[in-house]
């Protein structure tokens, strides 16, 4: 009996990590975080081109986080055509 209470126990603990794998991939591959990124970026670099005085910080600062928006988008095409060649190894 001890032996089948610890299989479970190990089975309890796989699950659990299995369901903590898949939330952090729906994190990482959800639009709430995506938008996120893009708010923070735009702050921080609408705030650090405020602080050296340039001209309409931040509007300055939206062409950079369009930018990194718009490469959050195409990293999972980018991911899956890397995982096709790797495994083809």
């Not at 062409?63 to 190894?89: C, E, H, M, Q, Y």
């Amino acid at each position: 009996m001890d032996k089948l209470h610890k299989l479970e126990e190990k089975i309890e603990k796989i699950e659990s990590r299995n369901r903590k794998v898949e939330n952090d991939k729906a994190w990482e591959t959800s639009y709430a975080r995506r938008f996120l990124l893009f708010f923070f970026t735009y702050v921080s670099i609408g705030l650090y081109l405020n602080v050296i005085q340039i001209k309409d910080p931040w509007l300055n600062a939206i062409v950079p986080s369009i930018g990194f928006f718009l490469s959050t988008l195409t990293l999972p095409f980018f991911k899956s055509t890397w995982l096709k060649k790797r495994n083809k190894r």
